[in-house]
């Protein structure tokens, strides 16, 4: 049985807990699982401090007031706090950089890993927003609401994913 | 619903989200690339069990009347071109947009890092939308577009017998590759053989 304290629980529990979150997000927001539009509000509702002008671009706004999207930082907050119980309760927590990275690419310093994971953010993100949507929103949702968009920008996330993993990284 | 009561709805959704996502191990940098390069899948199954508890839960709410679909627009350009951008950006960071947040939850600093650079990404395309995307994101525009609008079949219909052929797919995965193989000892998704820790940085004393 998988516990609160568990490690790890099998995919498959995991992944119909994240399925089940449909049901309060559709009836209480009227929406689909997402975390990608969120960086969005964050980051124009922090650019307004420098750039007050930034809340005139019509998508900025879009992404500024509103309980969607508010619901939705809260639920990154929300992951966040979720993953951190979750890794005390099973004594699992992580520090620096998964030993994943020294396998993959070989000797490199955390600066590295560091400048390295700053640009994959950006490119995801931005990626992310030129498709409307994440692992999740186009993901998980889009494809669970039969959407033919999602089904495209999946497919064209896992295979670009495939081609440059292969590309840039040993098998580990 | 004010903004204050779906921010209390949201981080106790999100501590549920944070929680599975933790203990599928998705927060792993190992399990996230190592799908990618179909090495493992950990993070496939896991996704597909999520889109078809999603397609059920949503034949239900959809078929009893109790919920309205918000499919996305269909833009094949945008899908395509931005979809790509994002799956090389999940293979660069190490992380999904979602799955980052799990990272930093479980204490992994590089994550503060991709989280950063992904609201900075995010400002890019605030920034570049207007002028520079906007006639790459509209072409191939065909608005909301779903399989069984296409099919003219019912929504429950396709959606139940697509969580079907997904269901059968993770079955002979599973048969294949046991997923306890896959996330590994340590649970990084790192193979027992080479899932000692080596010290890339000293632990918190």
């Known amino acids: 049985m998988p516990s609160l304290t568990s490690r790890s629980w099998s995919p498959y529990v995991a992944g119909v807990v994240i ?9 209480f927001m009227g929406t689909a699982l997402g975390t990608s539009s969120s960086y969005v509000t964050i980051s124009a509702s922090l650019a307004q401090f420098v750039d007050p002008s930034i809340a005139q671009i019509k998508y900025a706004a879009n992404h500024m007031s509103g309980a969607k999207n508010w619901w939705q930082v809260a639920l990154i907050g929300g992951i966040v706090l979720g993953a951190f119980i979750s890794s005390r309760m099973s004594g699992t927590p992580r520090w620096g950089a ?4 020294a396998r993959a690419m ?8 560091y400048l390295m994971a700053f640009t994959g953010g ?3 993100v931005l990626g992310a ?4 949507g994440c692992t999740s929103g186009h993901g ?3 494809i669970a609401q039969l959407a033919i968009g999602s089904f495209v920008a999946v497919t064209a996330m896992f295979g670009a994913g495939i081609i440059a993993s ?7 | 619903m004010t903004v204050f009561t779906a921010m209390l709805l949201g981080v106790a959704m999100g501590v549920i989200f944070g929680f599975a996502l933790e203990k599928g191990r998705v927060c792993e940098a190992g399990v996230i690339v190592c799908q990618m390069q179909m090495s493992r899948h950990a993070m496939l199954k896991m996704f597909l069990s999520a889109v078809i508890t999603g397609l059920v839960v949503l034949a239900f709410l959809v078929g009893f009347g109790f919920a309205k679909l918000s499919p996305k627009a269909t833009l094949f350009a945008a899908d395509i071109i931005g979809g790509a951008i994002l799956g090389i950006g999940i293979v660069v960071a190490g992380a999904c947009p979602g799955t980052v947040l799990a990272q930093i939850g479980t204490g992994y600093k590089d994550a503060i890092f991709t989280f950063v650079g992904g609201l900075f990404g995010a400002l890019a395309f605030t920034y570049a939308e207007p002028t520079l995307l906007k006639p790459i994101l509209t072409a191939g525009s065909y608005g909301k577009m779903t399989l069984d609008q296409l099919l003219g079949l019912p929504f429950p219909v396709v959606a139940l017998a697509l969580a079907a052929v997904l269901a059968g797919i993770l079955v002979w995965l599973e048969k ?12 990084d998704g790192l193979p027992a053989e080479t899932a000692r820790r080596e010290p890339v940085a000293a632990p918190a004393a």
Do not use: C, K
């Not at chain 1, 399925?19 to 009836?27: D, T, Y």
């Not at chain 1, 070989?106 to 890993?113: E, L, Y």
């Not at chain 1, 590309?167 to 580990?172: C, E, F, P």
């Open chain 1, 140 to 142: 998980v949702s889009g």
């Open chain 2, 176 to 187: 294949i590759s046991p997923w306890q193989d896959e996330v590994g000892p340590q649970g």
């Open chain 1, 166 to 172: 292969n590309l840039i990284y040993r098998r580990v």
């Open chain 1, 19 to 27: 399925g089940l979150l449909q049901i309060p997000a559709f009836l």
């Open chain 1, 129 to 132: 927003r030129i498709a409307d």
């Open chain 1, 98 to 101: 998964s030993p994943f990275w």
């Open chain 1, 122 to 124: 950006f490119i995801m």
């Open chain 1, 106 to 113: 070989g000797a490199h310093t955390p600066a590295q890993r």
